[in-house]
DNA sequence: GGGGAGTTCTAAAACGTTTCAACGCAGATT
DNA sequence: AATCTGCGTTGAAACGTTTTAGAACTCCCC
């Protein structure tokens, strides 16, 4: 099997494993001539070197784990990329663990992360969940919040603000002349679908919200609501949908009934994924800086991981930004 | 810091540090009682299993790896899923790589999974790659293909027809009464995207095939497809789509010029994922199995690493099958 | 009460790296 | 000529598990 380790090296280029190692992790300690030895040996051998005993060693591995709620979910397909660009960038992998919604598979997850030893956690929570982030920092794993602002000073969180964003959304239905509004969300436990809400709110000052909740937040989802809307009659003249996928999902809901999107009923949805510009009626939407969001939740966690004596402790709120298209003209 | 291991638990529990492992990996060989004990022992300080510690003296990790292409593709999320629960349930953790499309970080991540020493790894290759999957087989790591076939036969691999694929989708516009075909699709060096047009080509028995190439597969891509398409003029009276990204962008440029799907030109794509049933027009599409792909490749690569005395190498081919919606009708 | 067969547990040796004190050796400084 | 400095390298200990041979017990039968 692999029976090539860093001792073969070793002998093959005619040093001692230290040296071996030095050159791997140190290189600028190795005088240029052995370093090129070693490196041939390396090369020759095909010598692979042994994460694990490289982790057990040292105490800490170049791996960080990123946790999210819905990989199917363009939202945090980008945010992943933005999180992988900035670590390879790092010399660090990640290892990307999916919760698919479901508490429980998040639990099991982050112990996995946990057994792996993974230097920090990137994680957008699934809820309110502080005693298994708590358990984490205390085992020495960083923890940086994803798309969740955090509660706690001393710690960091990388967010997009919510209220400001339904805020705008209803804002922007309102001063297109409409007056009746439903928003159709996901489970209002999830802190962004209240947020979203909250922000609606506030731009209706009073007025009320007929709100479309949903257990889930997918096209199926977001078609379903358009049928239960319209089964219940007194139509409203604008939806604001807590994300693209359900306002997709709505959007193809209205349009088989015969309504027109946005002559009838005005749409707009939130997260500006890719599919929203390419739907046939384009979907208005609230746009959220997600690449972003993603790296530079990832850079804040690699600082507190190799700088922890001069980190501070960040929270970054982005704004999100109003893409006005066809759904609502 | 998590100064607790197996040592500490012992301790805790007064037995030796060999008991503990056993109840940890092989509980049956222990008593009731002192297992109880060890249990609490265990819960009581919250001790979390060093993964890599275990790797190395075990010479051999929990763990699996998956590549694929692209993880924005909904056909690869799909895949993913299957892979993640299958994994789950027989133990073992999945670290998931995306190579974006690019060689570079196909290679990369490769020899980051090479370092964790994972068991096996199931990889949807972006080109004939057999180089870097050797050397993986030579260090012990089982490779197992997806959706991609093997060529050897002491590889195990999971596919899906593609050039039935490609003939059932031009079938299906022939019998609807088109006669003059374009193929739109990625880079022609992916298998995948070769195949289809061959069984297009199959369908048309002779006929020409109007191909255009696009050197990505996503939405905006489809889109200038259309763009193209409608600048060089002498329209297509249908449109064969390698995968339902392209086709969505494709279906939204037509549509913004005024062409009508399908009364002016019908529609065809491949993949079917969630957004193609949902599209304003819904997409006539090429559904596979994409759910059993990844937990039938990932079944085959267990079996392989769990029981490599009586596995048996398997080549299997999935049949593709014709879903009609609105786009051809 | 001696001895074989099970069962349950222990002790110590690995696994492949990293780390660190110590060493040798060159050139620079007294 | 003796001493100091600093660089490059070495050797061995350590990281936290798993694994194996075998020790310690219990039970049972002659």
Same mark, same amino acid.
Do not use: W
């Given at each position: ?26 290189? %600028? ?117 994803? !798309?969740? $602002? ?62 479309? %909740? ?17 089964? %219940? ?40 994924? !890719? ?23 990832? %850079? ?19 704004? $999100? ?9």
């Amino acid at each position: 099997m692999s029976a090539v380790g860093i001792r073969q090296v070793a002998e093959h280029a005619g040093v001692s494993p230290g040296t071996v190692s030095n050159v791997l992790n140190r290189p %600028e300690k190795v005088s240029a001539s052995t370093r090129a030895r070693v490196e041939a040996a390396i090369r020759e051998l095909g010598f692979v070197r042994h994460a694990s005993a490289s982790t057990l060693r040292a105490g800490h591995s170049k791996t960080i784990g990123l946790s999210v709620i819905d990989i199917g979910n363009p939202f945090f397909t980008d945010v992943t990329a933005g999180v992988e660009d900035l670590a390879s960038d790092r010399g660090y992998a990640v290892l990307l663990s999916n919760s698919a919604g479901s508490r429980s598979k998040e639990e099991r997850n982050l112990l996995v992360l946990a057994e792996q030893r993974v230097r920090g956690v990137l994680i957008t929570p699934s809820d309110e969940s502080p005693d298994s982030l708590d358990r984490l920092r205390d085992r020495g794993i960083n923890v940086v919040l994803v !798309d969740h $602002p955090a509660h706690r000073p001393d710690q960091c969180s990388v967010a997009v603000n919510d209220i400001v964003g339904g805020q705008t959304a209803v804002s922007h239905l309102l001063s297109g002349g409409a007056s009746r509004i439903a928003y159709v969300t996901g489970p209002l436990t999830i802190r962004q679908c209240m947020d979203r809400r909250l922000g609606a709110e506030r731009a209706l000052r009073g007025r009320p919200l007929r709100t479309v %909740e949903m257990p889930t937040m997918n096209p199926r989802a977001g078609q379903q609501a358009a049928e239960k809307l319209l089964s %219940e009659g007194d139509l409203p003249d604008a939806v604001f949908c807590a994300n693209d996928l359900l306002a997709l999902g709505m959007l193809r809901g209205l349009m088989h009934a015969g309504v027109r999107v946005p002559d009838d009923i005005a749409l707009i949805g939130y997260d500006d994924i !890719d599919f929203a510009a390419a739907s046939a009626v384009s979907l208005t939407s609230i746009r959220q800086p997600t690449y972003q969001l993603g790296r530079v939740a990832a %850079e804040l966690l690699l600082d507190e991981c190799d700088n922890p004596g001069t980190h501070a402790h960040q929270q970054i709120m982005f704004q $999100p930004e109003l893409i006005v298209r066809e759904s609502t003209r």
